[in-house]
T-cell receptor, first 110, second 117 residues
Framework: RKEVEQDPGPFNVPEGATVAFNCTYSNSASQSFFWYRQDCRKEPKLLMSVYSSGNEDGRFTAQLNRASQYISLLIRDSKLSDSATYLCVVTDPGTYKYIFGTGTRLKVLA | DAGVTQSPTHLIKTRGQQVTLRCSPKSGHDTVSWYQQALGQGPQFIFQYYEEEERQRGNFPDRFSGHQFPNYSSELNVNALLLGDSALYLC????????????????FGEGSRLTVL
């Protein structure tokens, strides 16, 4: 089983739609979780950290389910500019590695 | 405030050659990690340097080696290049001092795109 798994997509959604991505992780002791955004041929950039209680930043909501070992990202009112790859990141508590998923491609259509 | 800078941005090598990639971390950061990103894949962890020592290593062969200098900058060396080494190599930095090792935002450079022919 991969350490971090994501549906690669692509997810093609119309402008204004709500879209959700899930990510599962294998190490139940993982403590830190993030969503990164990567535009085509660019470097990844932090979108948001994911906290145990869930957190929201504008149109973006991240949630963590420790029992089922998954994190989610919800994007409301999608914009064309949201088109990108969204990378799920989990830190390994024993090794301090930041482990990336393969990424989920989102394309928002006009 | 300069972010993470990497050089060169693009390079072409042939099989069997050796390559050195360079990274300067964001100001104030003391920990540097290197990642390999193949097309359509997420970044794969190569290794991480802190206090001039390799602290953690991913599943990469010994052909991949690195170094961190006293000014926190870092190099990634790959020997005996294979076609499969063609990828985007990303350097990421963060501040570790005073924090737990596995928390904090990673800041990435724009990467070095390596093509092996």
């Amino acid at each position: 089983r991969k350490e971090v798994e994501q549906d690669p997509g692509p997810f093609n959604v119309p402008e204004g739609a709500t879209v959700a991505f899930n990510c599962t992780y294998s190490n139940s002791a993982s403590q830190s979780f993030f969503w990164y955004r990567q535009d085509c041929r660019k470097e990844p950039k932090l979108l948001m950290s994911v906290y145990s209680s869930g957190n929201e930043d504008g149109r973006f909501t991240a949630q963590l389910n420790r029992a089922s070992q998954y994190i989610s990202l919800l994007i409301r009112d999608s914009k064309l500019s949201d088109s990108a790859t969204y990378l799920c990141v989990v830190t390994d508590p024993g090794t301090y590695k930041y482990i990336f998923g393969t990424g989920t491609r989102l394309k928002v259509l006009a | 405030d300069a972010g993470v800078t990497q050089s060169p941005t693009h390079l072409i090598k042939t099989r069997g050659q050796q390559v050195t990639l360079r990274c300067s971390p964001k100001s104030g950061h003391d920990t540097v990690s290197w990642y390999q990103q193949a097309l359509g894949q997420g970044p794969q962890f190569i290794f991480q340097y802190y206090e001039e020592e390799e602290r953690q290593r991913g599943n990469f062969p010994d052909r991949f080696s690195g170094h961190q200098f006293p000014n926190y900058s870092s190099e990634l060396n790959v020997n005996a290049l294979l076609l499969g080494d063609s990828a985007l190599y990303l350097c990421a930095s963060r501040q570790t001092s005073g924090r737990a090792m596995n928390t904090g935002e990673l800041f990435f450079g724009e990467g070095s795109r390596l093509t092996v022919l």
